[in-house]
């Protein structure tokens, strides 16, 4: 696909899943260096996705295996986005090949591995370093009455937080896989207190077991109604489950996203003793 923009080769890929019709879509431009902030927005505009990654070659660096790259929605700029961070770094690796990438974000140093598993790419990108922060009961109530959703009908065991990992989200989680699949929100009135708190996505989940997870994004400061499959609130997810003693210090986590939409994909969560980092991974392929 291309744009009227100067040098927009944008490209369009889908990660968390081998499927085109699955996972979550993302434009891709590998050489955004002729574009300028209207320019990158216009383009994200345009496509539609929830987000697109725009790359530069980081000053200093060689070899092609570092960038500097940002991400937009349809509406505004994003701090970190995962699933365009891996729908880049596939894209980046069916032209040289699969391996270790460095990319800057706005909200840090983004470490990202590719590797050929069988003939599927998968990306493993490393987050920043995490944090957790509590929710005021009258945020919480607000967002619940945003959502329609019922103190009762939250799973007692996963208490509310914003969870960062490169951008804010607020975690909520549903006692049934019912409540999880009834979306049906106050677009405006969520939107309003995700801007007022500063958060990119809601992060709404549903325990299946002790290491399989269901998960849906809202996702109206984007402009979309929500997100298929998120790399940064996975990231960000990770971290909870981590810090409220939910997960092991050393876990592997499998979080079905996209499902509800009819765009399912699967995000891999690594967890690793000594390094609160956290690292997502996902398969990607190119769209059309």
């Known amino acids: 696909m291309t744009t009227n923009t100067p040098n927009a080769d944008v490209l369009r890929y889908t990660a968390f899943s081998s499927d085109p019709e699955g996972g979550n879509p993302a434009g891709v431009v590998l050489d955004a260096t002729a574009l300028d902030d209207g320019d990158m927005l216009a383009i994200a505009a345009d496509l539609g996705y ?49 391996g270790e990438l460095v990319f800057t974000t706005r909200a840090g140093v983004v470490p990202v591995e590719v590797t050929d598993e069988g003939g599927t790419l998968r990306a493993t990108l490393t987050s920043v370093e995490p944090h957790l922060v509590d929710v005021a009961d009258e945020d919480l109530d607000e967002a619940l009455a945003a959502l329609g959703w019922d103190r009762n009908e939250l799973d007692p065991a996963f208490l509310p937080r914003v969870a960062f990992a490169g951008a804010r989200h607020l975690v909520l989680a549903a006692a049934t896989r019912a409540r999880l699949a009834d979306l049906d929100y106050d677009f405006a009135r969520l939107e309003a207190l995700m801007h007022r708190l500063d958060l990119t996505t809601v ?86």
Not at 55 to 73: K, N, V, W
Not at 76 to 98: D, K, N, Q, S, W
């Open 50 to 98: 929830s987000e697109s990654a725009f790359l530069t070659p980081s000053a200093g660096e060689s070899g092609g295996t570092a960038y500097d790259i940002r991400y937009f929605s349809p509406k505004a700029e994003v701090p970190f986005c995962g699933h365009a961070t891996v729908a880049a770094a596939i894209a980046l690796a069916e032209r040289t090949g699969p």
């Open 203 to 288: 992060q709404l989940v549903w325990r299946e077991s002790a290491a399989v997870f269901h998960v849906r994004d809202p996702f109206p400061v984007g402009g979309v109604v929500e997100d298929p499959a998120t790399g940064a609130a996975a990231a960000a997810f990770g971290a909870y489950v981590r810090e409220l003693g939910l997960a092991p210090e050393d876990a592997v986590l499998t979080l079905h996203q996209g499902e509800d939409l009819g765009r399912p994909g699967v995000l891999t969560v690594t967890l690793r003793t000594g390094d609160p980092r956290v690292r997502v991974s996902g398969a990607g392929t190119r769209i059309g």
